[in-house]
């Protein structure tokens, strides 16, 4: 059973930094890419960050690039996102997402097979 659980979100004002993680069971990793995907309220699904399980490769949305981090822990068997500067346009749920690596663009949320549950991230101005 594959299982995503994410971890890290919640409230913080702006200009400051959140840590996000997602600890990943149940998947043939090394097939696979794990990313992020935000959704804000009346606004579609937006993609923010992936990485390959396989490569060191790192793939970000426009509005993060330069500002977020994805990782990940092999042996934790964990991927991160690191958010510095954080804006209001940042408030979001966000979700930890789960595709395989060959299967369409790493930037297209409905590449994404697998998905937590969500958690919030608040910044307030």
């Known amino acids: 059973q594959v299982q995503l659980l994410e971890s890290g979100g919640g409230l913080v004002q702006a200009g400051g930094s959140l840590s996000l993680s997602c600890a990943v069971s149940?998947?043939?990793?090394?097939?696979?890419?794990v990313g992020w995907i935000r959704q804000a309220p009346g606004k579609e699904r937006e993609f923010v960050a992936a990485?390959?399980?396989?490569?060191?490769?790192?793939y970000y949305g426009d509005s993060v690039k330069g500002r977020f981090t994805i990782t990940r822990d092999n042996a934790k068997n964990t991927v991160y996102l690191q958010m510095n500067n954080l804006n209001a346009e940042d408030t979001a749920i966000y979700y930890c997402?789960?595709?395989?690596?060959?299967?369409?663009?790493?930037?297209?949320?409905?590449?994404?097979?697998?998905w937590g549950q969500g958690t919030q991230v608040t910044v307030s101005s």
């Open positions: 997402a789960a595709g395989l690596t060959y299967s369409g663009s790493a930037s297209n949320w409905k590449a994404y097979n697998y």
């Open positions: 149940g998947l043939t990793f090394s097939a696979y890419r």
């Open positions: 990485i390959p399980w396989s490569t060191r490769n790192t």
